[in-house]
């Protein structure tokens, strides 16, 4: 599989988990927001599952557990949906699919 194929199953299982469970965000939730959740939310999964590019200093805060980190380097939406993704990352298993199996043990 590629990796924008890989992307694209990460991105899937990001939508389900927000539509799922958007009540985790807090304040007020536009359109633009829940777009805006998806992309940050399939960077972390795909970053945490090293599939593609490693995401940005948001992102790698979240991966590493560093909330001082996290926090600073937060926008206005990703503040919002902090809890979400850490929920998100802590609960969701890489799907069998995208295992490597290039990889012999």
């Excluded at 979400?84 to 298993?93: A, E, G, I, P």
Aim: glycine share 8%; net charge negative.
């Amino acid at each position: 599989m590629e990796i924008y194929e890989k992307i694209q199953v990460v991105k899937g299982i990001v939508e389900q988990y927000v539509n799922d469970n958007i009540s985790s965000v807090q304040g007020v939730v536009t359109t633009e927001d829940i777009n805006h959740i998806v992309n940050i939310g399939t960077s972390i999964l795909c970053t945490k599952w090293n599939i593609g590019i490693q995401g940005g200093g948001f992102v790698e805060a979240v991966v590493n557990n560093n909330l001082s980190h996290a926090v600073s380097r937060a926008d206005g939406t990703n503040i919002k949906a902090l809890r979400l993704y850490c929920q998100m990352m802590y609960n969701t298993s890489l799907p069998s699919e995208l295992y490597d199996t290039s990889i012999v043990g």
